[in-house]
């Protein structure tokens, strides 16, 4: 199993645990919350697109480590590729 889907099994896994936990104790309008991410859920499995991946990639959560992938961040490799230009002339 993927690093990236471990991590949104276990998001999404504590999200229903908490909103369930919260629509009991707090508000049924929680339990909004829990249809939210199932039905997340069921169409990502048809889509093959999950938003919760796409926003863990935002902030580099599940992303490949420098010993398993490239090491530069895009900012780097744009950074790199300007310092290459400037050595030239």
């Known amino acids: 199993m993927k690093k990236m889907e471990r991590i949104i099994r276990a998001v999404a896994g504590s999200f229903v645990t908490i909103s369930l936990i919260l629509g009991y104790f707090v508000s049924p309008y929680w339990y909004?919350?829990?249809?939210?991410?199932?039905?997340?859920?069921?169409?990502?499995?048809?889509?093959?697109?999950?938003?919760?991946e796409e926003i863990l990639k935002k902030?580099?959560?599940?992303?490949?480590?420098?010993s398993e992938g490239s090491t530069k961040s895009k900012f780097e490799s744009k950074k790199t590729k300007s310092v290459k230009w400037k050595s030239l002339f």
């Open 59 to 66: 902030f580099g959560i599940g992303v490949p480590c420098s």
């Open 32 to 52: 909004l919350f829990t249809l939210f991410v199932g039905l997340n859920l069921f169409q990502s499995a048809f889509t093959k697109w999950c938003l919760a």
